[in-house]
């Protein structure tokens, strides 16, 4: 059973000046999970802070979604979709004892 969240299927008619054409596609989703590798650095600044780096790749092993495509009545055709691509990322790290120290209250 599919949800509707996951429902992606589309149908309609196409208008080139005096024809029309009907078309459909259905999608149906596969596997959800995919992996991710990479490089992470983390670089200290003024000795309390860490400046963070990463460059990675996220790949699927199998299909994400797969796609039943239709016009007129023509024969379907089929394809799928795969999750495939660059990362990249910079952030900061400030320890919590730096915000203890400057707003706490010592009484």
Known sequence: MISLKDDDTRSGIIQDGENQTSY????????PFFFKTGIHSRLRVLNTAFLNFE???????????EYQVQFGDAPAGQFDRSWEGLTWSVGGILPLSVFEA??????
Do not use: Q
């Open 102 to 107: 400057k707003f706490g209250k010592k009484e």
């Open 55 to 65: 460059l990675g790749t996220f790949f699927s092993l199998d299909t994400n979604r």
């Open 24 to 31: 459909s596609i259905i999608s149906s989703a596969k596997s």
